[in-house]
């Protein structure tokens, strides 16, 4: 089956530093890739659609200047989380889209000190 | 806007049994996909079960099936012969036809007993 890696699967970072996640389907090319928060015990809440060589689409209520995402290619997606603050800590977990098949990357566990 | 509602926060079962979990949806589509996701405490999203919505007939995948019942908007997923590797977090999940832009339910934490 297809493989999304996502890197780091942990990371630690100051309040007011900024982290990137990347997101990279391995075998296949995504044109659309998603973004979803998970907070501890909770569901998957969609933060963003990335599409390849144009804008994300933001969901309602996601801050667009504080969690920047960039589809520069076909195979890599990014996140980054600006100025974290403690609020920000959670499970971060993106997804591609190919040959109307989801894959998910493993996820990232954010917490900001 | 869609929405999905599993009313079982938890359930529990005894190794080898039948465990049925609910979920229900909302939509105004006809055509959409849905799904059943486990999530172990890796946290990495497993497929358990896809189900199309223009297909009257209900997904199987070995011991897992589904009851897909449109008209009433609901998607149960039904476990046999639990398995303690079945334990897990388990998400139904909604997408329209394109472009796979899934909403989750809350979620059902299934534990099997030995």
Not at chain 1, 42 to 53: D, I, K, V
Not at chain 1, 92 to 109: D, H, M, V
Not at chain 2, 15 to 35: G, K, M, R, W
């Given at each position: 089956g297809a493989v999304v890696s996502q890197h780091p699967s942990w990371v630690i970072c100051k309040s007011g530093t900024s982290v990137k996640i990347e997101c990279r389907s391995l075998d296949f090319q995504a044109t659309t890739m998603f973004w979803y928060r998970q907070f501890p015990k909770?569901?998957?809440?969609?933060?963003?659609?990335?599409?390849?060589?144009?804008?994300?689409?933001?969901?309602?209520?996601?801050?667009?200047?504080?969690?920047?995402?960039?589809?520069?290619?076909?195979?890599?997606?990014?996140?980054?989380?600006?100025?974290?603050?403690p609020e920000d800590s959670s499970f971060y977990i993106c997804s591609a889209y190919t040959n109307e098949k989801l894959f998910f990357g493993s996820g990232t566990q954010l917490s900001v000190l | 806007a869609q929405t999905v509602t599993q009313s079982q926060p938890e359930m529990s079962v005894q190794e080898a049994e039948t465990?049925?979990?609910?979920?229900?949806?909302?939509?105004?589509?006809?055509?959409?996909?849905?799904?059943?996701?486990?999530q172990p405490p890796s946290r990495q999203m497993i497929l358990v079960i896809r189900q199309e919505a223009y297909k009257q007939q209900n997904a199987t995948e070995n011991r897992f099936s589904v009851n897909f019942q449109k008209a009433a908007k609901s998607f149960s997923l039904k476990i046999s012969d639990s398995q303690l590797g079945d334990a897990a977090m388990y998400f139904c999940a909604y997408s329209p036809a394109r472009?796979?832009?899934?909403?989750?339910?809350?979620?059902?934490?299934?534990?099997?007993?030995p």
């Amino acid at each position: 089956g297809a493989v999304v890696s996502q890197h780091p699967s942990w990371v630690i970072c100051k309040s007011g530093t900024s982290v990137k996640i990347e997101c990279r389907s391995l075998d296949f090319q995504a044109t659309t890739m998603f973004w979803y928060r998970q907070f501890p015990k909770q569901s998957l809440m969609l933060m963003a659609t990335s599409n390849e060589g144009s804008k994300a689409t933001y969901e309602q209520g996601v801050e667009k200047d504080k969690f920047l995402i960039n589809h520069a290619s076909l195979t890599l997606s990014t996140l980054t989380v600006t100025s974290a603050h403690p609020e920000d800590s959670s499970f971060y977990i993106c997804s591609a889209y190919t040959n109307e098949k989801l894959f998910f990357g493993s996820g990232t566990q954010l917490s900001v000190l | 806007a869609q929405t999905v509602t599993q009313s079982q926060p938890e359930m529990s079962v005894q190794e080898a049994e039948t465990v049925t979990l609910s979920c229900t949806y909302d939509t105004s589509e006809s055509d959409y996909y849905l799904f059943w996701y486990k999530q172990p405490p890796s946290r990495q999203m497993i497929l358990v079960i896809r189900q199309e919505a223009y297909k009257q007939q209900n997904a199987t995948e070995n011991r897992f099936s589904v009851n897909f019942q449109k008209a009433a908007k609901s998607f149960s997923l039904k476990i046999s012969d639990s398995q303690l590797g079945d334990a897990a977090m388990y998400f139904c999940a909604y997408s329209p036809a394109r472009p796979q832009k899934l909403v989750f339910g809350q979620g059902t934490r299934l534990t099997i007993n030995p």
